[in-house]
């Protein structure tokens, strides 16, 4: 536990210290996409929104991500994916859990694709 303590330490440390400066990029080449997949089983209600294990997804450094708005699940939609540190834009990250709403009663099944996100390579700019 102190391992994972003070890496979590740093990193704040890193994001405090980045706060101070402006931040500007540019798109930097061909973005891909990738696919959303549920991980585990679990029922909905209409209206209920609840974190969905997600099989784990790669973000690459200085890549921006969208999550498609057009609905992929017969039931809702992601509105958002994560893992359990929430890390800045300029170091890898990765996602495991993804929140989900559903607008009507049902299930989402492991393996069914529950959403599809766009990967934006870009290139970091610092205002000065």
Same mark, same amino acid.
């Given at each position: 536990?102190?391992?994972?303590? $003070?890496?979590?330490?740093?990193?704040?440390?890193? &994001? *405090?210290?980045? #706060?101070?400066?402006?931040?500007?990029?540019? /798109?930097? =080449?061909?973005? #891909?996409?990738?696919y /959303?997949?549920? *991980?585990?089983?679990?029922?909905? #209600?209409?209206?209920?929104a609840?974190?969905?294990? &997600?099989?784990?997804? =790669?973000i690459?450094?200085?890549? /921006? @991500?969208l999550? %498609?708005?057009?609905?992929? $699940?017969?039931?809702?939609q992601?509105i %958002?994916i994560?893992? =359990?540190?929430?890390?800045?834009?300029?170091?890898?990250? %990765?996602a *495991? $859990?993804?929140?989900?709403?559903?607008?009507? *009663?049902?299930?989402?099944?492991?393996d069914? /694709?529950?959403?599809?996100m766009? @990967?934006?390579?870009?290139?970091? #700019? &610092?205002?000065?």
């Open positions: 536990m102190p391992v994972i303590t $003070h890496r979590v330490k740093k990193i704040i440390e890193e &994001i *405090d210290e980045r #706060r101070r400066e402006p931040f500007d990029f540019a /798109l930097k =080449e061909t973005c #891909r996409v990738d /959303l997949i549920a *991980d585990e089983d679990k029922d909905f #209600r209409s209206g209920d609840k974190p969905v294990k &997600i099989k784990k997804v =790669e690459p450094r200085n890549t /921006l @991500l999550i %498609s708005p057009y609905g992929r $699940h017969g039931i809702g992601v %958002s994560g893992e =359990e540190i929430a890390l800045p834009v300029e170091m890898n990250r %990765s *495991d $859990h993804a929140l989900f709403v559903a607008g009507v *009663d049902g299930s989402v099944k492991r069914e /694709l529950m959403g599809v766009m @990967l934006i390579p870009i290139i970091p #700019r &610092i205002r000065r």
